[in-house]
């Protein structure tokens, strides 16, 4: 604080002038605030001894030696820097407290809905292993079907498929047939960009609950039944567009 006050550089402190402040600070400090006439008797002692060890005469071994200044000077400078951070700190306090935060305005019955759907209905004994294992299959029968020998001719590049537009024709094929294959959605030369379309078209239909699906056994292809009469038609949701 004396530092501050008479513009002191710190690392030139004038010990002479800060030990006389020190000690007239002493003088008429109250006697109830013994921690503060402690912390100031240490640190005037300090001061007395570094200014007792400048005034003594030097060899030239104690030339080489740390200026006694320095210790202070170091811990001094790390309570300007917590200093200034506490300052720092109350000050974002001071600016937050005058902050207020609106609450949400949304209906509790909005925020708490979910649309419950039971994956054992939906699914039947279908386990996501199945699903994996038949899909897997249907790629490995694809890419048998591909000739070695003309699959290496270059090829005409093929428009993307979209989903949606494939969704629109699994629903118009679901809708005029209560019961059938995943294979009758396939036809004979079905690309595996366009295999694998369908297929999370099927999945997208099963999520929403329009569809369900079983399996007789292991590797058999997938039953698919339509659950109600009329199919809707429902924006493809943002992981199956993305085939995630």
Do not use: C, W
């Not at 407290?97 to 949304?106: F, R």
């Not at 996501?128 to 591909?146: D, P, R, T, Y």
């Not at 366009?194 to 609950?209: D, Y």
């Amino acid at each position: 604080h004396l530092i501050d006050k008479n513009k002191v550089n710190i690392y030139d402190i004038p010990i002479n002038e800060i030990t006389e402040q020190y000690i007239e600070y002493i003088r008429n400090v109250e006697y109830s605030d013994l921690d503060s006439m402690s912390e100031f008797l240490v640190l005037a002692s300090e001061l007395i001894s570094i200014k007792s060890k400048m005034l003594l005469p030097k060899d030239e071994e104690d030339e080489l030696d740390e200026d006694p200044r320095h210790e202070l000077v170091e811990r001094l400078l790390e309570y300007k820097m917590f200093k200034y951070i506490s300052d720092l700190l109350k000050d974002k306090e001071f600016d937050a407290s005058k902050t207020i935060y609106k609450e949400s305005t949304i209906p509790e019955e909005v925020n708490d809905y979910k649309e419950e759907i039971d994956p054992s209905e939906v699914l039947g004994d279908i386990t996501l292993s199945n699903i994996q294992k038949v899909f897997s299959s249907l790629l490995k029968k694809q890419e048998e079907k591909i000739d070695p020998i003309r699959s290496k001719f270059g090829e005409i590049k093929q428009e993307k498929i979209s989903v949606e537009d494939k969704l629109k024709e699994i629903i118009k094929y679901a809708s005029n047939h209560k019961k059938f294959l995943f294979t009758d959605l396939l036809s004979e030369h079905i690309s595996k960009p366009e295999l694998i379309v369908v297929f999370l078209g099927i999945l997208e239909l099963t999520k929403s609950g329009q569809v369900v699906i079983k399996q007789s056994k292991l590797f058999d292809d997938f039953i698919i039944r339509r659950v109600n009469d009329k199919l809707i038609n429902k924006e493809p949701t943002e992981a199956v567009l993305h085939g995630n």
